[in-house]
């Protein structure tokens, strides 16, 4: 099965979920007296197939930030927080979420089992985040999810230095499971790792504080374009 979140993320000629986030890992600002509508026009304009909004307190995120941005763009939108609780699944539909962050690291196998299959039947798409084989072993229906490696650690507050080798080492093993769509997340600091993860097969990428600071975002964007293999941009969006 899939949903509008991982169908568009297919369909995308440039996969990537462009995340609104107010601070990094460090508490600096990432918003620069933007406003939320600002950032995700500028989204909309880059050509970004899905919106993901951070709505942790660690990052300077509120229920208010996702329910501004889902009001304003039609665009399918991950909430990225701490969701524990089938109370917390309604909430972010009811904020307007298509998408739900469930951190597997962070969850109890039963838990997590009882998390994606509550948010599949509220029509939410699980985004399930692992950093580890033991952790995707244990994601319940992994082809009705969308799985991402997350190339830091939460338990850290996602300080220290990203591995992207981690993405690239779990990547067969995320393809064995049958997901439709795997992902890459965080700490993807410029285009010349982007290109290197989407040419090594990843369907997609999430991507906040490098785009939230980059002084030129199209630049980024077309920098990523001229990096990537001319097969890899030929069969993405097909
Ligand atoms: O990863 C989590 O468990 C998490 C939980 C609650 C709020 C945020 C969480 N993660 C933050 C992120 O995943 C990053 O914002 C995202 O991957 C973008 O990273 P970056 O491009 O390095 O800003």
């Known amino acids: 099965m899939t949903t509008p979140f991982i169908e568009a993320l297919l369909a995308a000629e440039r996969p990537l979920v462009m995340e609104v986030k107010r601070r990094d890992a460090d508490g600096l600002d990432l918003i620069a007296g933007r406003t939320p509508a600002d950032i995700v026009a500028a989204y909309e304009e880059m050509g970004a197939p899905c919106i993901s909004v951070v709505t942790g307190r660690w990052f300077g995120g509120t229920p208010e930030l996702l329910r501004d941005v889902a009001r304003i763009t039609r665009l399918p939108v991950l909430q990225k927080d701490f969701i ?28 997590l089992g009882k998390l994606v299959t509550a ?29 991402a490696v997350n190339n830091k650690d939460i338990r850290r507050r996602e300080r220290g230095q990203a591995e992207i080798d981690r993405s690239l080492d779990l990547l067969p093993a995320l393809r064995a499971t ?12 410029g285009p010349a790792a982007a290109a290197r993860l989407l040419d090594e097969g990843y369907a997609g990428l999430l991507v906040a504080t490098a785009l939230l600071r980059a002084p030129r975002p199209h630049d980024w964007l077309a920098e990523l374009d001229a990096l990537r ?9 097909a």
């Open 84 to 111: 524990t609780r089938a109370g917390h699944l309604e909430q972010a539909r009811d904020l307007g979420a298509s998408a739900v962050l469930l951190t597997a690291g962070l969850l109890p196998a039963v838990s």
């Open 119 to 147: 948010a599949l039947r509220a029509g939410l798409t699980p985004f399930v985040e692992v950093t580890s084989e033991e952790e995707l072993a244990a994601v319940p229906h992994p082809r009705d999810c969308l799985i």
């Open 178 to 189: 049958g997901t439709p769509c795997p992902v890459s997340a965080s700490g993807i600091d």
């Open 229 to 237: 293999a001319p097969a890899a941009r030929q069969t993405a969006g």
